[in-house]
């Protein structure tokens, strides 16, 4: 197709891990490539109540490339600001999307009610939800079902094709052809040894290419399926030896059902006891569905009816998930993945103090949230205004990633070879993305923020344009309101550490002093 080469705004995942969303204008034309949630710390999840920087009615169509909140979650609010267009993906994606779209927007409701009804807030203007159910209802009639490796036409004068990502069940990479430029954007990869889904595919020879980078300055163990299960008989078992329950923050979202097949082969196998196993994620539970629909489809999966072994006991209701926290020696499997949300947290609250308990990490935990610190060892946190002392104990295993690593994001890239013009590193923290700018050297590898603006020719290497905003890089890691958090919960025990109360006054007196000197300076 011939015209003026098209720009590529970064909206989203700009050295971050959330919120990817980029923008192709075309000379006729305006798509979105995603229209994700910001997540993560407080700061960064500001961004989502921001207004867009683009004007939702002048989008002509979305291209989806998988159904996680990372990359759908803003489509709601985007239907409800005026979007009137198409969203194409894949169906298994827009069968997903009927469930997690509508769960999204119930936890915008109850977030911003509970929010509203804490007594630490009853001085701050009510919170109100980014959107509504009914906007996640209308957003999903705008869903339209393109097939992997068959061209469509988004918007006239632009050519697409989705290829396999194999990062989750209906996971796409998008090729866009627009003004004479051939672009690809990865989307999130998936690595070798994936349960349910074949390895990545792509196109080679393309202008421009954008690369996801969540795991680039990581490499995991050579580990297959069957290495991953021993891993977690062993987690289990260990586990279940301490008496405590074992508590698996899970995404809803195929790492549930890694997890379920997993365990059902290793019962079946007689490796693990009959141990119960809630599934307590009304949203898993949903997915779950639409994974045992098409079990027939999926690799790996020796059994239709895996899915509902007896062990699993699927929880709906809020009653159910309460009475299941006071067990013992149970395995709870509950969203959110990085604990930010979801019934997780009040299994947390309950299991933390228990010493005999074992909280067991299978995905990533990006920076700011709750799964992070926990993860890095912290001895109390804040759950939804409560201070909670951590004795359980902390275990990962890291082959349920659902990214490929550095070593398969090289391979991937390289399969894309020649890429003629640029190489953008999306989706990543910056560490992760440094490392693999050095690994890409002498190529033209841009690793954009959030607010830049960059035109694409074709055959060409990219041109620099003026952003269209700057968000600034203090919202993408651990902000201050982790760092209070994190003296909140230590501040009584270390005042206690102190000898006597006289030294203890000082210390406040201290702190209050330092409080009103930063005040009295003013903004720096």
């Not at 198409?86 to 994606?93: M, N």
């Not at 949230?369 to 990962?396: H, N």
């Not at 440094?434 to 590898?445: G, I, Q």
């Not at 210390?507 to 409080?515: E, G, S």
Request: some cysteine.
């Amino acid at each position: 197709m011939s015209g003026e080469a098209p720009d590529v705004i970064i909206h989203g995942a700009g050295r971050t891990v959330t919120g990817s969303c980029f923008e192709v204008r075309s000379e006729d034309s305006r798509l979105l490539v995603d229209c994700g949630l910001f997540q993560g710390s407080r700061t960064l999840e500001a961004l989502n109540y921001q207004p867009f920087a683009f004007d939702p009615e002048a989008i002509d169509s979305v291209i989806l490339t998988h159904a996680h909140i990372d990359h759908s979650g803003l489509l709601p609010r985007l239907v409800a600001e005026g979007f009137r267009g198409r969203i194409h993906c894949t169906a298994p994606t827009a069968d997903l999307l009927q469930w997690m779209l509508p769960d999204a927007a119930r936890i915008q409701e109850q977030d911003a009610d509970r929010r509203n009804r804490r007594a630490d807030r009853a001085a701050d203007p009510p919170r109100l939800p980014l959107y509504r159910l009914h906007d996640a209802r209308t957003t999903l009639g705008r869903l339209r079902a393109e097939a992997p490796g068959h061209a469509f036409t988004p918007v006239k004068g632009v050519s697409a094709r989705l290829w396999n990502a194999g990062h989750i069940l209906g996971s796409a990479s998008v090729e866009i052809l627009a003004g004479g430029s051939r672009i690809l954007f990865s989307g999130d990869i998936g690595p070798e040894h994936k349960a349910f889904l074949p390895d990545p595919e792509g196109p080679s020879g393309v202008d421009h290419l954008f690369c996801e980078a969540t795991y680039g300055d990581r490499e995991r163990p050579d580990q297959s399926l069957a290495d991953r299960r021993t891993l977690l008989e062993t987690e289990l078992k260990a586990a279940l030896a301490r008496g405590g329950n074992v508590l698996i923050p899970a995404f809803a979202l195929e790492r549930t059902q890694e997890l379920l097949l997993d365990i059902a082969l290793l019962v079946n196998q007689g490796r693990l006891p009959h141990t119960r196993v809630f599934i307590d994620s009304p949203l898993a539970n949903g997915i779950t569905a639409v994974f045992a629909a098409r079990a027939r489809h999926l690799m790996d999966v020796p059994d239709v009816d895996l899915f509902q072994h007896p062990v699993f006991h699927y929880v709906s209701d809020r009653r159910t998930s309460q009475r299941i926290g006071r067990l013992k020696g149970v395995i709870i499997i509950a969203a959110s993945g990085m604990c930010e949300a979801g019934r997780i947290r009040a299994h947390l609250v309950d299991n933390l103090p228990d010493p005999g308990a074992t909280v067991l990490f299978v995905g990533f935990q990006a920076q700011g949230t709750l799964g992070r610190v926990l993860k890095d060892g912290a001895s109390r946190v804040r759950i939804s205004g409560s201070d909670v002392v951590v004795r359980a104990q902390m275990k990962a295993i890291e082959g349920y990633s659902a990214h490929a690593d550095r070593s398969e994001l090289l391979s991937w890239i390289a399969a894309r070879q020649p890429v003629h013009g640029s190489i953008f590193l999306t989706h990543g923290e910056p560490a992760a993305i440094e490392s693999l700018v050095a690994a890409l050297a002498p190529a033209d590898v841009h690793a954009p923020t959030i607010g830049q603006r960059f035109r694409l020719p074709a055959a060409a290497r990219a041109i620099a344009l003026p952003p269209v905003r700057d968000v600034g890089t203090g919202a993408l890691g651990s902000d201050w309101q982790n760092d209070y958090a994190k003296l909140a919960v230590e501040l009584k025990p270390g005042l206690q550490r102190l000898p006597d109360d006289r030294a203890r006054e000082r210390a406040i007196r201290a702190m209050r002093a330092a409080l009103e000197q930063a005040l009295a300076q003013g903004p720096q």
